[in-house]
């Protein structure tokens, strides 16, 4: 399983991100390993918000339609994985490491996924999984 975060995600969809490229690269690659994917609706809300903010709303609204019409498996919040996610907040010391982050790190912990495709680096410093690149 690959966890997504909006960072991927906004990054394929921005055509000015510096990370576009590389972001279709990995998705291509992931699309070709016939891998499970993950999200969580919290990541989409993310995905939305800025790509109305930098981009353009109904291209994220789109976008956002097209994962939720596919194979991805987008986690709903539940009252342990936000406790989980409370206590990881908790935890980490960074002030830069955003609650959407830490309810991240708790998907990721809980459903066992051992990969991550994010070009957030704090996906590598709080999770064991594997960090695509």
Known sequence: MIFIDASSYL???LPKDPNLKKA??????IGE???????SYAIL???????SQRYDRQTGIKFVEDIL??????????????RKA????????DKD????????FAIIEYYKID????????????TKSKFLE
């Open 115 to 126: 990969k991550v495709f994010s070009f957030d680096k704090d996906f590598k410093k709080h």
């Open 86 to 93: 409370f206590k990881i907040f908790q935890e980490v010391e």
């Open 11 to 13: 990054s394929s969809l």
């Open 24 to 29: 279709v690269e990995i998705f291509i690659s």
């Open 97 to 104: 490491v955003s609650w959407v982050d830490c309810y991240s």
């Open 45 to 51: 809300g993310e995905v939305l918000t800025v790509s």
């Open 69 to 82: 019409d596919g194979s991805t498996k987008v986690i709903l919040e539940d009252d342990e994985l936000m």
């Open 33 to 39: 390993s016939k891998e499970h994917l993950v999200t």
